[in-house]
């Protein structure tokens, strides 16, 4: 996609109150360049969870644009990701897995949790790490070349 708004996945409203529907399912292949463009995109934003479940998102490549990851599926992984947003815009990724006082918060996994980060790398325009996860309290959790910190294990 170029010069696109990007893609929301997992949200949606029955009978007024939020739901979420995604479980089970694979992004692969996404290439996505805003660097045309002068005024802010989304980029992909997901919002995923319920019990069982899993999220593969791979052989992502965006420029200009967020990928955001809102609840937490019992197993997440993430390999071969490379997002570039700018600084002014927000970080590049985004996970926020922390919805206790959220009513989504009703449909994340608690047991036997994983997530897994390979190669993953976010920057922005300068080429400086540029991440914003809330936490991070899955019962395992696999890390091989990201270039950014996570939080501490908690919650």
């Known amino acids: 996609m170029t ?3 990007g893609m929301l996945i997992g949200y949606g409203v029955v009978k007024g ?3 979420s ?8 292949s996404i290439r996505l360049d805003n660097s045309q ?3 802010k995109l989304r980029g992909i934003q997901i919002s995923s969870g319920n019990a069982p479940s899993f999220v593969a998102i791979t052989n992502v490549r965006m420029t200009r644009a967020t990928l955001e990851l809102h609840n937490q599926p019992q197993h997440l992984f993430l390999r071969n990701i490379n997002v570039m947003q700018t600084s002014a815009t927000g970080p590049a990724l985004k996970m926020h897995f922390d919805l206790r006082k959220d009513i989504r918060g009703q449909f994340m996994a608690r047991q036997d949790t994983l997530l897994s980060l390979a190669n993953v790398h976010a920057i922005n325009e300068n080429g400086q790490s540029s ?3 809330d936490r991070i309290n899955h019962q395992t959790v696999n890390v091989e070349a990201v270039n950014f910190p996570l939080p501490k294990r908690g919650g």
Request: hydrophobic share 45%.
């Open 3 to 5: 010069n696109s708004a």
């Open 17 to 19: 109150k939020y739901l």
């Open 21 to 28: 529907i995604p479980q089970n399912f694979k992004l692969n």
């Open 131 to 133: 991440v914003d996860i």
């Open 37 to 39: 463009l002068a005024y």
